[in-house]
């Protein structure tokens, strides 16, 4: 099993433009998680899912859209790019909505 | 205010020395997980904690669930450089129903 994963490891915008962070699972987590981790903040989370089809905001979601048509991705979209949005995201799964969280790699995005 | 405090927010010592991590707040949880995440990667679980003065050794790390459910502690004896990197604690319940809520972490750089 490849466990949680993440596409892509790194990436760098200039303000204004737009992506997609891909986050794909083969573990059967019925629910999943966007973070942001920045220096002295811990982990942040964005939005989050508690099955396929639905989507929850976190504690920062402002400037992000997340999107989940399939129980095993789980989709971060940046329409605007900011600076403020540069950092590393996690991705994360789990079982159950309290129970231990699986990450993956993370994706660095610098923006411009 | 974060609802998890954790200290001391750097930690430098020497291999062989002992030390100790906390994570206070002032809500009650249901459970509390300690999770490791080394550079360049996602956090693990170490271990989860449920019920009030619980302790729960691995190997030469031993953690403790305050009586009141509303701390604990991270004591690690005889550091090793293998157990550099930074440690996160998180809570369930309370304030964090339905989802868990990370501290903001202690850096730990054990040198040889």
């Known amino acids: 099993n490849a466990g949680v994963t993440q596409t892509p490891k790194f990436r760098v915008l200039k303000t204004g433009q737009s992506m997609t962070l891909l986050c794909a699972q083969d573990?059967?987590?019925?629910?999943m998680y966007w973070y942001r981790q920045d220096p002295g903040m811990g982990l942040r989370l964005i939005h989050y899912?508690?099955?396929?089809?639905?989507?929850a905001k976190g504690e920062v979601p402002d400037g992000y859209n997340v999107s989940r048509l399939k129980k095993q991705n789980f989709l971060l979209g940046l329409e605007s790019a900011a600076p403020s949005q540069t950092s590393v995201y996690f991705c994360?799964?789990?079982?159950?909505?309290?129970?231990?969280?699986?990450f993956g790699p993370g994706t660095r995005l610098l923006v411009l | 205010t974060q609802l998890l405090e954790q200290s001391p927010q750097f930690l430098s010592i020497q291999e062989g020395e002992n030390l100790t991590v906390y994570c206070n707040s002032s809500?009650?949880?249901?459970?509390l997980q300690w999770y490791r995440q080394e550079p360049g990667e996602g956090p693990v679980l170490l271990v989860t904690?449920?019920?009030?003065?619980e302790v729960k050794k691995l190997k030469r790390l031993t953690f403790q669930f305050g009586d009141a459910r509303k701390d604990s502690s991270l004591h690690i004896t005889a550091a090793q450089p293998g157990d550099t990197g930074l440690y996160l604690c998180?809570?369930?319940?309370?304030?964090?129903?339905?989802?868990?809520?990370f501290g903001q972490g202690t850096i730990l750089t054990v040198h040889p």
């Open positions: 998180a809570v369930a319940g309370g304030t964090s129903y339905g989802k868990l809520t």
């Open positions: 904690v449920v019920t009030g003065g």
């Open positions: 994360a799964g789990s079982d159950w909505r309290e129970g231990t969280q699986y």
């Open positions: 809500s009650v949880f249901s459970s």
């Open positions: 899912s508690v099955g396929e089809g639905t989507t």
């Open positions: 573990m059967n987590h019925e629910y």
